[in-house]
């Protein structure tokens, strides 16, 4: 059965920078054959897809409200996937979740999907 944890979440000051990662296990297929998003959820709100990666076929997508501020980087050998979050914002305060699937991105969002697997979450917290 196939797990995700997330970690490396925190308190930080706006203008700051975070590490997230998600790392997996019980995998069925190679690490880079899975789809891996980030989504973010702040109290009162609806969750919101952050990123959406798959090395194999070298996809990689953010939202516009973290483009160029947050990259993702792939350890395929530790089944672990990393949200460096820079220049954070006290509108980045949120959960975030990591998830991953076997489908592509464009297949779970254009279908509008959800994804298979999912972990509890970090909380990430920016001060102003």
């Known amino acids: 059965q196939v797990q995700v944890v997330e970690s490396g979440g925190g308190l930080v000051e706006a203008g700051g920078s975070l590490r997230l990662s998600c790392t997996a296990s019980g995998l069925t297929l190679t690490f880079d054959a899975y789809t891996v998003g980030w989504f973010r959820q702040a109290p009162g709100q609806e969750r919101e897809g952050v990123s959406c990666?798959?090395?194999?076929?070298?996809?990689?997508a953010y939202a516009d409200s973290v483009k160029d501020r947050f990259t993702i980087s792939q350890d395929n050998a530790q089944n672990t996937l990393n949200l460096q979050m820079n220049s954070l914002k006290p509108e980045d305060t949120a959960m975030y979740y990591c998830?991953?699937?076997?489908?592509?991105?464009?297949?779970?969002?254009?279908?509008?999907?959800?994804?298979?697997?999912w972990g509890q979450g970090t909380q990430v917290t920016v001060s102003s």
């Open positions: 998830a991953a699937d076997p489908r592509s991105c464009a297949f779970i969002s254009a279908l509008k999907l959800k994804f298979g697997t």
């Open positions: 990666s798959r090395r194999s076929g070298g996809s990689i």
